[in-house]
């Protein structure tokens, strides 16, 4: 393994990745936080809100804000959005990509990746938006696909529920099929001209229509839009099932990761990095970015005290919903001592996978309540605890233990949790030489591995660009 395979720091060691998470909605992974009298998550829909978080995070070199999102509440548990509307718990949720040109419109240099479904738009309205994005964000923009799990979403589509779980792969294949067939191969990169003595704004010959027609989709003709600083924004995933990992390896630039434990982070991780291989990529061509919830503080009695006071607002009922949405398993109708046992899901089956390898022994099961616990500040993500020295310390040895890229940071309140990792941990990780001090130029792919600004030679999408004459159905 190079030292090209990775982001290194000046000092030469491995450099870890920071992402914000965070979505449009309150209290996104901490249900009951929004209560907390710090919390500003309430103001999510408001400019202020997000250009101050953006600020804060450029303040503290973050390399992009990860924005999830969903289409329809959390309605398994209880078989009702009842629960979900009296906890807030991710509803009501605003559009994720509309809160980006502001945000970009205000720093220089950090990124979004922005969620977005391939159940229920067309791809080539979606293409468009796309490409608008980074054009827009001058090549700051990558995409997170998913392929949905929310049955609430599928009714309110006009479906009776989603897709079976491989096969909305196999529809997400074909779907970044006709993307990539848009965004790479129907412009030539000097395509608009701009002759002004001849009155040619387009050289006619050098659009291309990209005449795909598969089992999912038709679209013969143009992409509506001439060619962004990256073409393609980079593509971020997050479904670390078997099928998901398989999608990863053939599409994905960087994925988020969810273990609770660093065993399991670092089995995730191999997995993902042989899928790269499989799919004929560098297992380094994949950054992999572990969710991690941070309370930290000027001391460790600090960020005890910080922590104790947090779980004090957190709302078992809310944790539960989100669980049962995230599993496909309405969690009401177990007791709360029961063991979780073997279940079988529709929804995010990596979550199902997970706790059933977490699970311990016969003497510590996953029951219900345990779920709930777990669930309460920071939603399914491990917690760190203590001062800026103990975080980063810790980071440092979880990069170093899984071979993970960086860590996808959820609030428990919001911007403090941000606010106290810019001050307490960012320093200490630069004092380690773990953390950049400041940032790479160029576009969100060029930032991540410093190779351009378009998709390189061996990812799967390169094949439908125009330099490489592979356009076919």
């Excluded at 079988?344 to 990596?350: K, L, T």
């Amino acid at each position: 393994m190079s030292e090209s395979t990775f982001p290194t720091t000046a000092s030469g060691q491995r450099e870890i990745l920071f992402n914000a998470f965070d979505m449009n909605c309150v209290a996104h992974q901490s249900p009951g936080l929004w209560r907390h009298p710090e919390d500003k998550s309430r103001t999510y829909n408001t400019l202020g809100y997000w250009t101050n978080l953006a600020q804060t995070l450029e303040r503290g070199l973050f390399d992009g804000l990860f924005i999830a999102d969903v289409l329809g509440p959390y309605d398994v548990y209880g078989n009702s959005d009842e629960a979900t509307l009296k906890a807030g718990t991710q509803v009501p949720t605003n559009d994720p990509i509309l809160v980006v040109p502001p945000m970009a419109a205000v720093t220089e240099n950090l990124t979004f990746g922005v969620t977005a479904g391939t159940a229920y738009e067309h791809p080539y309205s979606f293409a468009r938006r796309l490409a608008t994005l980074d054009h827009l964000t001058e090549g700051r923009v990558g995409w997170n696909v998913v392929t949905g799990y929310l049955p609430s979403a599928a009714r309110n589509f006009g479906h009776d529920d989603q897709m079976e779980h491989d096969e909305r792969y196999n529809h997400a294949d074909e779907y970044l099929d006709v993307v990539y067939k848009l965004l790479e191969g129907s412009w030539e990169d000097d395509a608009v001209v701009e002759d002004r003595e001849n009155g040619v704004f387009i050289d006619p010959t050098k659009v291309h229509r990209i005449e795909h027609e598969g089992k999912y989709f038709k679209t013969p003709g143009i992409a509506f839009t001439e060619p962004s600083k990256q073409r393609t924004p980079v593509i971020y995933q997050a479904g670390a099932s078997t099928r998901g990992r398989a999608f990863a390896g053939k599409h994905a630039e960087a994925v988020f990761i969810n273990p609770p434990t660093p065993d399991l982070i670092k089995a995730t991780t191999t997995k993902l990095r042989q899928a790269a291989v499989e799919a004929g990529r560098d297992p380094y061509d994949i950054r992999i970015m572990s969710m991690q919830t941070i309370v930290t503080g000027a001391t460790d009695e600090e960020a005890q005290a910080k922590y104790e006071e947090l779980a004090s607002y957190t709302d078992v009922e809310g944790g539960l919903v989100l669980m049962s949405g995230w599993m496909g398993i309405d969690l009401s109708q177990f007791d709360l001592d029961e063991p979780l046992g073997d279940v079988e899901s529709n929804a995010i089956q990596s979550t199902i996978e997970t706790f059933k390898k977490a699970s311990g022994d016969d003497e510590n099961p996953w029951t219900v309540r345990r779920i709930a616990e777990w669930c309460g500040v920071g939603g399914f993500g491990p917690v760190i605890i203590g001062s800026g020295e103990t975080v980063a310390r810790r980071l440092a040895e979880i990069q170093d233990e899984t071979d993970i890229d960086g860590f996808n940071l959820a609030y428990h309140i919001t911007p403090g949790t941000f606010e106290d990792i810019v001050e307490y941990v960012v320093p200490e990780l630069q004092k380690l030489g773990r953390y950049k001090t400041e940032y790479r130029e160029g576009t969100m792919r060029n930032k991540l591995f410093g190779k351009g600004d378009h998709l390189p030679e061996n990812h799967y999408g390169s094949r439908f660009a125009l330099r490489n004459r592979q356009l076919v159905g």
